[in-house]
């Protein structure tokens, strides 16, 4: 119980990580998506540095089944890829609301996984974070839903489904350690790298856009990744599905503490449903 409490402690500071991505990203305004990297390959390349100095234990908790590499590296790739084609497809806001479908899907999902049982109390936590989610992405307006932006919304949707996938089928290869991400983040890191240069033009970032670039690569797009593979192996995958809505409202905060974005009655709505959303959600394992 111990363990299964500190796993999904990190996944929880995955999704605090995320919540910073937003406000990292609109730094580096300018740049194209993947010159971001998405993983960054510093911290992948810093611990394989580490698991070489460590000798044979280091290289043993690479090593992993080809399944397991294969199933890391399609989705983090395939989601990256998936929402940067969605947001240039697709209005920003009516994306970014489909993409966060995958709290929900995760909760849905993790209910196939033996011996998980989602309590009725948890779907409807998850359900208020779903309303919480947008009301910040549309700020309480309505929907311009558009036939001619239909492939937008079909790939952000696809990308939710792929995270939400990858995060329940992650749990299959408990037996794997985390450290062995490294491995599929690089090779997301490579392939980002190559579409790159194949589809994109080069543009130097400023000391701004590399300072930003920088904490991406150390954070949300960097340690993040192993914090996740670590809770949704071994933590409370439910829980974290019905927590994953955290990101969206701590994102806008710190959009709006930099000034970023302007205060509005509907945020204050919106923290409302998301601090009910996660007592309901968390409510059951306090009792239990």
């Known amino acids: 119980m111990e363990a299964t409490r500190k796993a999904t402690f990190a996944g929880l500071l995955a999704i605090l990580l995320w919540s910073s991505l937003a406000l990292l990203t609109v730094a580096t305004d300018g740049l194209p998506p993947f010159h971001i990297p998405s993983p960054s390959p510093w911290p992948a390349e810093s611990a394989l540095a580490r698991a070489m100095l460590r000798g044979s234990a280091g290289r043993a908790e690479l090593r992993q089944p080809a399944s397991a590499l294969a199933l890391s590296t399609a989705a983090l790739f395939g989601y990256h890829a998936l929402y940067f084609i969605a947001l240039k497809r697709a209005p920003a806001v009516e994306a970014n609301l489909l993409n966060y479908l995958w709290p929900l899907l995760i909760v849905v999902f993790a209910g196939f996984l033996p011996g998980v049982r989602i309590a009725p109390l948890q779907w409807l936590g998850t359900l208020l974070g779903l309303g919480a989610a947008i009301l910040l992405v549309t700020g309480g307006q309505r ?146």
């Not at 709006?256 to 309901?280: D, N, Y």
């Open 143 to 288: 929907l311009d839903v558009s036939a001619q932006h239909l492939p937008g919304y079909l790939t952000a949707v696809t990308a939710a489904l792929v995270w939400a996938a990858y995060s329940v089928l992650n749990r299959r290869h408990a037996q794997v350690p985390s450290a062995a991400i490294t491995v599929a983040c690089l090779c997301v890191a490579a392939l980002g790298t190559l579409v790159h240069v194949l589809f994109e033009r080069s543009i130097a970032p400023t000391p701004l856009q590399w300072g930003a670039l920088l904490l991406m690569g150390i954070g949300p797009t960097g340690a993040a990744f192993w914090l996740w593979d670590t809770g949704t192996k071994r933590g409370d995958i439910a829980l974290l599905g019905s927590l994953s809505y955290l990101a969206p409202l701590l994102s806008t905060a710190l959009l709006l503490l930099s000034g970023r974005a302007q205060p509005h009655p509907v945020q204050a709505v919106a923290l409302a449903l998301l601090l009910v959303g996660a007592w309901l959600s968390t409510r059951r394992r306090r009792r239990g």
